[in-house]
């Protein structure tokens, strides 16, 4: 199954172009098999859980001194190879908070 087109249709997401992270607000779950970023099944990452812990640990550790804002007039392209990442980076501004 493809990631890219599963994890972006309406069926499951309103708007699933635009970046909404209140989605997922008072612990709300989309369908099973509707969100699978570590792949699923006998086959599923072995390292997701280390994974969402040390991303939401470097989240909450940048959130508390700095602010990012992407720039203005930066249309981010998304550039899929083995994992899905932004064509030429993120253009943004740092500040502090």
Request: aromatic letters at 16%.
């Amino acid at each position: 199954m493809s990631q890219w087109v599963t994890h972006r249709d309406p069926r499951w997401y309103p708007e699933p172009e635009v970046f909404r992270p209140e989605r997922w607000a008072n612990n709300w779950q989309p369908p099973k098999g509707a969100y699978f970023p570590f792949g699923g099944g006998p086959r599923v990452c072995i390292g997701e859980r280390f994974a969402w812990m040390e991303g939401i640990l470097l989240l909450a550790t940048l959130a508390q001194k700095w602010f990012f804002r992407v720039l203005p007039d930066f249309v981010v392209e998304p550039k899929p190879v083995v994992t899905l990442r932004p064509r030429g980076g993120l253009k943004m501004t740092v500040s502090i908070r």
